[in-house]
């Protein structure tokens, strides 16, 4: 993956084995001067990615030879591709099923049908965060050292493992220190969606959070502001 600028067309990688599906996302996403790769297997979408360099992938969640969740889950293994920005492509609109496939490292979902203005929207907005997010690449904080490209947190040196989702949360948090953020702002920022994701979840994925911050000893640094919602503070208590 190489990074990219407002002023330089995204790569776009489709994968998805409905064809009028993809022809549609390939006539909408060209419309856009995007330039669109497309695939209707995820082998012939590792064998794009070989020798194209992504910008963002479109996943369908139900492919042939493999799911599309199963796919995100081994990109987010591979050093390479753990940045790369994803969004799922869903016919489901169940919480359960959304909320599993951004745990397996999908950083947006769209559910079909959806129009390609939405979905537009929805790139622009990733590929927005995603540069941000590789323009600041090492962050401090306290024992904390939160590294971008890398991806990776460590405390006092020592990694902290960390789901794909708790290092999103953690790079946001360790970008505002010290500021407030309700469930519904850390829903916006952070998952990106806002929508159908109940506020819950953040409650989940802060705890999974706490967890892999207590054997180092800076668990108390996420603190939980009572009515208002959450904050990372600058020191260990
Ligand atoms: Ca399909």
Known sequence: MRSTTTDMPADILIIEDEKSIRDMLTLALEKQDYKV????TVAKAREIMASESIHLALVDWMLPGGSGLEFVRSLRKNPLYRN????MLTARTEEHDITAGLDAGADDYITKPFSPRELQSRIKALLRRSSDFQ???????GPLELDSAAHRLSASGFEVPLGHTEFKLMSFLMQNPDKVFSRSQLLDHVWGTGTFIEERTVDVHILRLRKSLKPFGAESMLDTVRGAGYRLVPSVS
């Open 37 to 40: 790769h497309s695939a209707e």
């Open 135 to 141: 323009a600041d690449t090492k962050l401090t904080l």
């Open 84 to 87: 790369l920005p994803v969004i």
